[in-house]
Every structure is written in structure tokens, then in C-alpha cells.
């Protein structure tokens, strides 16, 4: 159990990390929200508080009071045990409360909750609670920074977030090398070392794991610069049914954020428009992609439970939790055993187990000791907002 | 022909109108786009500039540099002849410009085009598109303020424009006058009389006006609700098809803006949410909510002509041009031997003369002065998030 | 007033042709709706059957009985007034009753309605619904014709209706004169010379035309051919703005219909699939086409009245009534004074004169003697399923 | 491998079943497609048929002609590799070729392949070929019976198919028992005993299995009546993100093909519309259904690795292939090694292992012999139209 005092370190440290992220953005860069998808920076600010306000403070301390009663409403994300909530197609038409206001909604619930912190003794639920409000924080900075690229993307002046924003790091362009694996029964699930772990990371159970290869790294723009000039976005036969009318219906030819300009392939960044870099992975593409190129290039992707058996294995593997998100064949659904939490809280991962990809890893748009082994992301096969890439198995 | 000296006073004036009306706002407020039919205040702010900016000052000023060339895309409403155009519905995706660079852009403008008009002695060509880009940008200053109301109302928060917000007068309850006129044949369009009017005024044109009766006064919200009352919006026996359609598509029961509180019937002004005032004209209604409410009273729309002719011939009406848009039964046609002038500008109305009604009058938004007994305010029988009101006729 | 037994015999030969427009297709063919706007055959069967029964017979004869009651709601296309409705688009769903079973329900229909007419003395109200009946049949004997031709060109095997299916008739390709007329005040509407109008031809009202010339024949589908190798479609310029959106969102480059095959222009047609005839009219055009190719060519369109008067003053035209309806620049309103009958016939014009535009004259599938002078007929401006082409005015 | 003789008998024997189906039905009746998921009879009885032409006959007899190459593209379900394909959702615009038409079509194909294999005796390859066009059948079988409902189920007439069309059958109400199974390491998909399995229930692998309980018969409908009347549908807790909003934006409340009559509870059948019976299966309802169905009384759904074991432990379980067929909690996901054969016939399953449910068992509308203990059938989660009901396990 975490000290108090790391508790208040950790909630500081947590909060102040969010709002450096939007530290460099104007109050126009946090009111816009892109698409359905996509949130307004501004609504991340206020939602990621709401959630220490609802789940923390309301029910622990009587004497607190709201700044405005109908924030309740506007920044419930999806908690229908909570109550009504805001259309979250519609989070951009809320020019009001402004940034300003929302730094202020940030700053009441921090005074009332470390104000609380340092006069009560935390048990250990409310110690629970706290920690699922940093890793629930710490998702939404990977959000905004995912969020607002693709705001960003939309606007023909190609703006910069920053010089040295998050970006996959380039990777020496060595072979790839197939690691061999014997698989056999196998634990699957959070082991308990660390101080935090995801519902949707238990129960810990067994797994059967046939023996498998896994490739060392991860698909390069390079490689799939030879799929598309092979002609992939053009074969039926490669594709899922459905990654087939995906392709057709919205006429995609390249991963999210490419663009053919007159001086060669770039790639739209947090840094602006980039040359494409043919060692950096490739980044953005749908699951429907990232099975295609397996299918092109005579491999598949991997189960969730190969991916997490070869890092426990200690197999060598690089780019793991650094570098862009890793897409599996896995439909994420509930480990045997599952029950999520009792109350509106438990409403954050279970429902949402249905006609989703798990991918494992974590990218550099991650917060760092955010991720884990047996950490479980998922998105549905056609999205490809996130820094999203492909490992490849046999 | 307007002295230079007037040109650039009226000049002066008209850009200052319309910051002031973005004065109240933060930065946020002029962000959003509530909806395709309407754009973000900044993107006016910035339109406007860009109509002097492609029309007066760069086919003139052969030394005019533009401050980004971006710009000529970003701000195109929908001048083809102009060339490529930022997609419509996507005014609010795009954060940059600033807010601030906007006004830059705006001062940028200003300074080339008052430079240049106080070294140069404009010639009737040049003053003619001066005076079109005065009324191009009263009539956004219009905008702004209905795109803005559009905007808050969605706001769970009821927010206020302005404590004096624009809204229709109160008018004294006295029983509607119906004033009879004879007709004839009567002279239809612009006289002449001012410095300007749209092309769609033109050309000034013989039409025959049958013998008819017009209200002196608007219909008021009191007179409207006793047409809710009586089961207006359920009697399909009122309504124009496409109207019924409309009404159960979008289970339309009151005009735009009203709600139903526990403490009785409110509207959401530019001044916040009001109690809804029985005397005051009803605004805010589509076509069809006109002609249906028209029908239940026995009466009908008038023509655009009897709307003309009336106030030609001096007849004693109330509520012309300060109170809410009046809508006519006339479908928004060109006038026999209409020809938009040569070039993108005429695309400004012409092309428009389609599957549109026409409104005559003016709105407690339109800047004084703005409108005319000739003037053609023209929108879909659907819309009805402007100043929209009821003149009826028998 | 018509003679009982001229009624009876209208009846019989107004009920033979709808049947024999029927009679060379198969129950497959009857039973399909290609589209929400087309109905199938076996509907329009019906659905003639149901008016004379909702409107004729079900009010005047007590004795009758209905052969199902479940017919009252399949068969009523759009009058509130008679209660509920099949849904439209939903037509198609209806394989039962069968075919058989509905030329059950014609017979038994016909069986009640001229038992009960040999018997009784109609009086002018009934003659008058009789006489509507009629009318509204041979609307839909057209219709027929127009729905059947959209489906068959749905199928890749290009089926063939008739060997001598009804088509525009070739012109001699002389070239167009342009006719005179002084205008002036003119009496426009139904005169009273024949035994039938539709309401929307009334009242008889004068209206003022400005001097026009007139084309005395169609533009042909040579001439049109040249619009389209000028680059028509690509020219923004010629298109009213939503036109220019149809044409970009539907990719329009050619009137309904035409194909380009390899052996040649083609053009669908209720005998196949035929090569394009260059002196015939143009057909199958929406208003939009029609206007851009008038303003390609320097022209525009009749007003209706324009039309009206021309064929009232004896001018000359050619192809008035029996090659393909002719767009006018007019917008489908009620004339001055227009009120709709009482009760749910009422709804057959009057609540449709909103968004669409008049046609005048006929079309190779209009029965013969159907249209007059006076004759209004009206589409959205968008719609090209019916003979549609394009007369000029200037 | 089968001998000569009985491949010939059992291709004539698949065959007349298909006619059998469609006997009791008329032209229009095969004419129709009720929504895009489901397609005319008619198309059925052509498919069927284009399968065996195209990928028994045409690659191996080299004197077949076809009796129309346009056909080749009509009855292309979804085989990119064979090449166009008539869009999906207008299967149910082709009245031509007509049924009869169709039937001559069949008689082409089936006298040719009889005729070929009473000539040749065909080699293994032939057969698998022959095995899955009779399998294939086979599903369309069922697939007629389910889309014919659904045709009918629209119909205001509420029609009959035949009096003793194919329903679930009533099972006596006895309380359900819970069997208790012990798992372990299983062996999982088609154990080679029988001529012939899909490639999706292959390779035959090892799974892991936990020890789990399974109820020994169905859900019926009065248990389904008590979650529905303790307000299953509106208790958001019960449903997965995804099925509350199908919930909420269909207004879903009750299984599909349930009416509330003033009589009492009834369900559309193939029978016509029937009171409901309480002992019955439930049957029609969703994945989404199924799944808060079991939530709301404290169970789950089978994995269908616990279905497999449990049928191959010889279980005691009732109603396993001629009721419902069982929604499990497994996606669709290809086994271990899975691969599709080579060329057009492997796009049969593997490029649909995509966001769908495995459903095990049969129905009452499954051929006889056709489904067994590998069986995967597959659907998304939102489809009711087929026989789809629910199993329990805990």
C-alpha cells in the first residue's frame, strides 16, 4: 500500500503532467474537437477532474461543493450509473466554460482533494480509487496527444505542436530476426508486482500458447512502403471481408497521415510535416492493415496471449512499450472469471468488451511507467488515430 | 458617387460594427460551428476581410502581399471563380489562425486598403465593389449574431451574449388592422433611390399586384401559442407535405429556442434564457410554420410584391425593418432579365435563385440602415435559426 | 355534364389502358420498386383501384364491401384525411396480394362501381369525383411507364418492355427559329373549354408577360451532345449552386439513361438498349441540366406563363404534347386565390406547391387527350426518371 | 470417400430440397429482398446453382456453355477472385431472369453436371468440391427459410408460408439443470468422422478449458417475458456499451417478430402470426440480448470451446441442434493454423473471422444432418432474423 505522501506526490505529479501537455496550446487548440472520436483538450482537462471529483471526493466528503452543478452532466465521458451526460458528438459546441474556467475547475477539486489527502488517513478503497484516477489520467494524456494531432491534420496550414513532439523513434534497419517460442500452458494476467492493474487485466488465469515465432521488431514504413507499391490496397486476397469495403468505401491507399507531395512521402507529426522515415515503424495503420501486410508478407499477427508469454519469457524483444502501439489477432473480451467492479466505476472497461482488437505495447505518445505486460488497450479495426503499428508472428 | 473621404469613413465604420460585435466574446465563443449552415464568429471576422482583400485590393494593388497565402483557401465562402475552398462544414476545425492572428489579418487588410484609398481617386467600378463589400459584411454582421445565438443555445449552461442583447421589441397588443390594397400594376425592384443595392433587386420591372389586405403588425408569441394550443402542430390538415414531414421527422412543437420550464414558457435570447413574452412577434420559425399558422388563422403569406407594393405605397405598417424577417409565399426567382455581373463576384446571389423563399423586411440583427423597401432576404422553408417572423395577408 | 353512359364508357376504356400497359409484364416485374420516388406496377394497379373505391364508391354506396380492409391503408399513397399509410419506400416489400389478387380487386372494384352507375343518375359532385378519377389514372398510366423504365434499367441485361415502346419521336433537324410574342396582360389557367382541369389550374387569373421570344422546337439530343463536349458538366459557371452540388456529389456527366458503350452513344429505352438518335429531344434531364445548357447556349428557360401564352396565341410550336415535358423557370405555387376542394381529395395538388418546379406540355407516355394549355405538371428540380427536356426562351 | 452413385444421389437430393422450400410460393414471393442481409428465393435458387456451375462444371467440363454470361455476375454472392459481382442490396431490383426462368437455369446446370458424372468418376478433389456445393445448399436452405420470414414479417397482412412451417419446437417446462463439466486440455474442431467440415471448424487443435456448469436446456420465452418485465430493457447495467446504444436507438423491447396484440403476447412464424408460447425456446433475440439476458440472471454466456466439450462429454444437454441455434461469448477467430484453400472457394469463411459471435448447435430450419458438434455458425452481434435463442452457462 502507497504512503499518503506518495499519494499526494503522485496525484501532483499526475496533474502537472496533463497540463504540460496542453501547456503549449492556444484556447482555440483545446476548444475544437475533430471528430466523434476525438475530445476537445479542454473537455480532457475538465473530464480527467470530474473523475476525481465523482468517484474521490462527492462520496468521501461531505462538505464539498461543486463549482457548477451542471459540469456533472457535461464532463460525464460514459458512467450512465452516474447519470445524464453531455452527447459526446457535441463536446466541441461547449465554448463555455472557457479554458480559463476550467483551469479554475482543475485548481478547486486539487485544493479539495489534497486539502482532504492531508487530513485523512487513506484507506485502502479510496487508495484504489486514487490509483485508478492516475492511470485513468494518465489514458487521457495519451488521448489528448492523439486527440489533437488529428486536429491538427485537418488544417491545410499544417501546424506544429511542438519542435520535439512524441514521435516513434527511428530504429537501426536490421533484419528482423524470428524469435522462437514453445508456448505451453502459460499465466495470462496482471502478476500483482506493481501497485496497479486494470480490471481488464484479471482474473490471472492459465493459457494454452501453441508453439510460436515472433518477429524481434516492428513493421518499418519502409516495409510497407513495399506493400503499397506491390499493389496491397489493390488485392482483394489479401484483406478481410470487411477491411475490403474499408478500403473501398473510404478509398485508403496509405496509413493515416501519409501525404504524396511533390519532394517524396511525408508524414503529418506533432512536429508538422516530415519526410517519411523508412526505418521509423510504421504508425496509424487500422488492424485491417496490419493483418493485410501480415497476409502480403506470408506471416500473421499475434494472439494477445503470444505477445504477452514472449515478453514474460524475457525473449529479446525491442520496441515494446516505446514506440507505437502493436495490433493482435485477439478480440478483447473478458478473461474467464472476469466481474467488473461493483458501482458507475465499473462501467470503465466491461462494457466496452465487444467488437474490439487488443493491441499490446505501448507507444511514445505513452506516458513512461504507464504500460505493463499484461496491459490490455484496445480499439475498434478501423481506427488508426492512435500510434498504432504492427509485430509481426508465424 | 460617394466621396473618397465617405468611402473611407463608411470604411472605418463597418469593420469597427463588426468587432464590436465579437467584443464580448472569448476566444473559444469564436471558435465553434454549431452547425454546416452556420460559421464560426472568427471565420466571419476573417471572411469578410478576405471579400476586400479578393476583390478590391489584390486585382488593384499590384504591391499588395498577402499575409499568408493559405488564407485565399481558408476564407473562401463559395466563390468557385475564386478557385479551391475549405470544405463548409469544417470552418470549426481549424484552430489556426489564432483568434488573434485573425485580427492581425484583419488590421493587415485595413491598413493596405485605406492606404491605397486615400493615394488613389476610386472610379465607379472600384466604389461599386467597395459599397457591395459594406453590405457583403453588414450581412455577416447579421450572421455573427444568429450563428452565435445558434451556438449558446446548444450550452446546457444558457450562457448571455450581452445583458442588451438584440432581440425583437415588445410591441402594444392592439388587434391586428388589415389595411386593403388596391394593386394594379405596380413598379417592382431597386428605384435608385440611395447608393446601392444587391443584384438581386434588379432589374427594376413592371409586375401586376391582384386587389389584397395585409396585417399591420407581426404576428406575436401570443397569438402563436394559441395556435400550439389548438393543436396546431398535430393537424397535418395545415401543412404543406414536406412541412408535415418535417414537423414529425423532427417532432417539431414550438418554434426554435422556446422551452417548456417548470415555471412556464421560456425562450434562449442572446440575453439568456427569457420568459417568453405574449406580445412580442414570434421568431425563429420555418416557412412552414408560417404558412401552416397562416392557414389556421384563415389567412395566407403574402407575395413578395404585395409586400413591396405595400410599403411603396405608404401604408401605415408597423414592424417593417426592426423587428424579425417576414416570410413571403414567393420562391426566390430572379426578376425578368436578370444578369449577374461578369466574374466570381456574381456569384454573390444569382446563382442561389433556387428551392429558396423569400423574406422581406429587416431583423432587430440587421445593422441600420441595412435593408430597404426592395431588398430580398432569401432562406430554405426549413431554416429557422434567423430572426423569422409572420405578416400575414388575405 | 357528361351522359351516364359516356361516364361508363370513359370508365371501361380509362381502366382497359392501365391494364394494357400491364399486360406484357410478369408478376416479377409488377412487383418490384426500384426506387422510393417509383412505385411497382402492381401497386399503381391498385392503387387507381383504391381511389375510386376511398372516393367514389365507399362514401356513396352503402352496400359495398371491401374485399380486404388491410387495402384501405396499403393503397393510399399520401392522404392523411383517409388515415394511415403503407410506408412508401416500403412498397416494393408487398408480395402479397399477388397479382392475380389485385386484378381481383380492380374486378371486383369495377364490378361494384358501374353496377351501382347503370343504376343511379350521377350527379354533378359524383361525375365530378368520376371525372378526377379518371384523370388521376391516366397519371398513373404514365407513371407506370416512367417506374417501369427506371427498373428494367437497373438490370445488366438490358430487358426490353416492348418492341414499340413509347419513345420521343424523331424531329426533322432543322434549325430553331425563335418566335415573337409581345406579352402583355394575359389570362392564364383553365378555361373552362373541355370537362376537366385540376384544381392546381385554377383559378383563371391574368398575369403580366414581359415580351419574349420562344424556341419552336426542343433542344435535341445532338445539340446537347455539344454542351457535353464543351466541357458542360466541368464549367461551375453554367450551374445554379445546388445543381453544381448534384453534379459533383452524383458524379453527372450525361442525362438519365445514356451509356457510353463501346460501339457508340446508347441510350436506355423501353425497347432496350438503343443507339442515340442526334435530331431527337433530349430527355430525362433534371431542371439543373435543362438550366446550365440554356445558359451554355445563351438562352434560358420559359416562365410557365410565358408557355401558357405562347400555345394560347396559336404561336407555331412544335412538340407541344407528345415528345417530352418541358422544364419552366417557375416554381410550382398556387395561383392567386387558389383554395383546395374540401376533405382529403383536397390534398391531391394544393400541399405539394413547395421546392418543385412546373412543367409544361406532355410527353410520348402521357395519354393522348390527357394535357391541355393549362395543364401544370411538377418535379423537384433534381428528378429525371420522367420524359423530361428542354424547350428555350430568351 | 463416397461412391458415384450415391455423390448423384445426394446432389439430387440437396436439389429438390431447395425447390421444396420454394414450392408453396409464388413469383412474387421469390421476387422480394426485405433489407440488404437478406435476398429474394429467387436469388437463392440461382446461387445455389452458379456455385456448382462455377466451380464444379465450368473449370472441369470444357464443352459447358452457360445459358447466359451475364449470369456469372447476378449470382456472384461475394468472390472477389471469380470476379464482378451484382451489388448486394439490389438483388431484389432483377425481375428478369424470371423465376421460371431461374428454374430453366437449374435444370441447364443439373442436367449437365448429372450428365458429367454419371460420365466420369470423379477424383478426390471433385468430391470435396461437390460436398461443399452440397453443404452450401444447405445453408441457403435455412437461409431461405430465415429471409422469407423476415419478407413476410413486414407484410400488414401478416401472410402464411405453410401451416406447418418450421418453428421450435415446445419443450416441456421443466426446471433447468446445471451440468457440471471439468474441462482441462480438449481437443477442439472436426474430428474426421463424416464426409465432410467447413475449413473454419479446422485444424483440430488443443484448447484449454476451465471448469464450468451448463444449463441443460434453453432459455424459453416466459423466462425471457420475466427479465423483459423486470425492465430489462431499460436497466443499462445489464447491456455492453454497443448493445445499450442499439437498444436506445433502435427502441428495442422485446425479441424481433414479438407483437403486442389486444389478445395477448404473439409472435410473427412461418405459420403467420401466433400466440406466444411460454415454453418455447426464445428465439430471434440479438448477441446483445442474449448476453443481458444472462447477466440479468447471474450467468453467461458459453465460450464455444465449453459448448464443444460439453456436447463431445456426452452431456446430457437437450435441444442442441433442432431448436435454436446458441449465441456463445466466442468471436469468430480463425483456429491455430488455420488457412484457407487455394483460390476463390477459400474466400467461403476465412475472410469473415471479423467483429461476428460463433453461434453453435441448429435449428429447426437447419437441414437435417447438416450442422454437428464443430459447427461454427457466425453473426454480428446486432442480427435477430435467424433462429438465434440462448444457452446458459456459469
Redesign the interface.
Given at each position: 500500500m502507497m504512503k499518503p505522501e506518495d499519494l499526494i506526490a503522485r496525484y501532483r505529479r499526475t496533474r502537472q503532467a496533463t497540463e504540460a501537455i496542453a501547456a503549449p496550446l492556444?484556447?482555440?487548440?483545446?476548444?475544437?474537437q475533430?471528430m466523434p472520436d476525438a475530445s476537445p483538450i479542454?473537455w480532457h482537462l475538465a473530464h480527467t477532474t470530474w473523475f476525481f471529483e465523482t468517484f474521490v471526493i462527492s462520496p468521501h466528503l461531505a462538505s464539498y461543493r461543486s463549482l457548477?452543478d451542471?459540469f456533472k452532466?457535461?464532463f460525464n465521458s460514459?458512467y450512465?450509473?452516474i447519470g445524464e451526460k453531455?452527447p459526446r458528438a457535441?463536446r466541441?459546441?461547449?465554448?463555455?466554460?472557457?479554458?480559463e474556467e476550467i483551469y479554475r475547475y482543475r485548481a478547486h477539486v486539487d485544493q479539495a482533494l489534497l486539502g482532504w489527502l492531508e487530513a485523512h488517513q487513506p484507506d485502502s478503497s479510496i487508495t484504489a480509487l486514487l490509483l485508478l484516477g492516475f492511470n485513468h489520467e494518465e489514458q487521457h494524456q495519451e488521448l489528448m496527444l492523439t486527440d489533437l494531432k488529428h486536429?491538427?491534420s485537418?488544417?491545410?496550414?499544417d501546424?506544429i505542436y511542438r519542435a520535439d513532439g512524441p514521435h516513434p523513434a527511428d530504429a537501426a534497419l536490421a533484419e528482423t530476426r524470428w524469435l522462437s517460442f514453445d508456448g505451453g500452458?502459460t499465466d495470462i494476467g496482471y502478476d500483482g508486482r506493481g501497485d496497479f492493474a486494470f480490471d481488464n487485466e484479471l482474473p490471472r488465469?492459465?493459457?494454452?500458447v501453441?508453439p510460436y515465432r515472433l518477429a524481434d521488431r516492428l513493421v518499418t514504413n519502409g516495409e510497407y512502403l513495399a506493400f503499397i507499391n506491390d499493389g496491397g490496397y489493390g488485392n482483394?486476397?489479401l484483406?478481410?471481408?470487411?477491411?475490403?469495403d474499408w478500403v473501398c468505401q473510404n478509398s485508403v491507399s496509405a496509413p493515416l497521415y501519409w501525404r504524396s507531395l511533390d519532394t517524396g512521402c511525408h508524414s503529418f507529426t506533432l512536429e508538422g510535416m516530415r519526410p517519411l522515415s523508412l526505418s521509423s515503424p510504421v504508425c496509424h495503420v487500422s488492424l485491417y492493415e496490419a493483418d493485410a501486410f501480415a497476409r502480403w508478407c506470408g506471416a500473421r499477427l499475434p494472439t494477445e496471449f503470444e505477445w504477452e508469454h514472449a515478453i514474460r519469457s524475457g525473449g529479446q524483444l525491442d520496441q515494446v512499450q516505446d514506440s507505437v502501439w502493436q495490433w493482435t489477432?485477439?478480440?478483447y473480451?473478458?478473461y474467464?472469471?472476469f466481474a467488473p467492479a461493483a458501482g458507475a466505476v465499473g462501467e470503465y472497461n466491461g462494457?466496452?468488451?465487444?467488437?474490439q482488437y487488443v493491441l499490446r505495447g505501448g507507444s511514445c505518445a505513452t506516458p513512461r511507467g504507464h504500460s505493463r505486460a499484461s496491459y490490455r488497450n484496445f480499439f475498434q479495426?478501423d481506427k488508426r488515430w492512435q500510434f498504432t503499428g504492427i509485430r509481426l508472428a508465424k
Open positions: 492556444s484556447a482555440e487548440d483545446c476548444q475544437v475533430s479542454k457548477n451542471t452532466i457535461l460514459y450512465n450509473g453531455h457535441q466541441g459546441m461547449l465554448s463555455r466554460p472557457s479554458l486536429m491538427l485537418m488544417n491545410p496550414l501546424p500452458l488465469h492459465q493459457a494454452l501453441h482483394h486476397a484483406w478481410l471481408s470487411d477491411g475490403w489477432s485477439s478480440a473480451l473478458p474467464p472469471g462494457k466496452f468488451m465487444n467488437q479495426p
